[in-house]
């Protein structure tokens, strides 16, 4: 291996590290579908998981405290944020969404697990803990 090829594996491991380090430590709400697409292109790396909700459904309301605990638990791992159906519904329609509560995880642009309906805290840990165990 020349010191060129180990150069560009340490710039690789530098900038992978520095992403790592600047993964949102609190749940990011999602305005507009750009915001939306910049967030899924700015941690290609990272699990994202978004909550679909509206302030009107009462599932919704019940699973925002479930969803705020395993964000303070797991915001070294996983990215969270909140997306509003009221004020975002062409990011709801591009994933079929027509219940809610709804959770997508997306990583690299891709849904990799969609959850219908309001989970309890022990049930969405157990998803969480298997995203985490395995490598995607």
Known sequence: MSDDDLDRIRMKKAEMMM????????IIKVHSYEEFEKLVADYPENV??????????????AFAPVFEKL???????????KVNVDENGSIA????????????????????QKI?????????????????STKI
């Open 19 to 26: 992403k790592l380090q600047k993964i949102p430590k609190a």
């Open 71 to 81: 964000q303070q638990e797991y915001s070294d791992n996983f990215i969270f944020a």
């Open 116 to 132: 219908v309906g309001a989970m309890n805290y022990d049930s969405m840990k157990q998803i969480l803990e298997k995203l985490n």
């Open 48 to 61: 994202l998981i978004f909550d679909f909700w509206a302030i009107w459904c009462s599932p919704c309301m």
């Open 93 to 112: 329609q591009r994933f079929g969404i027509t219940g809610i509560p709804t959770t997508l995880f997306i990583k690299g642009g891709k849904l990799i």
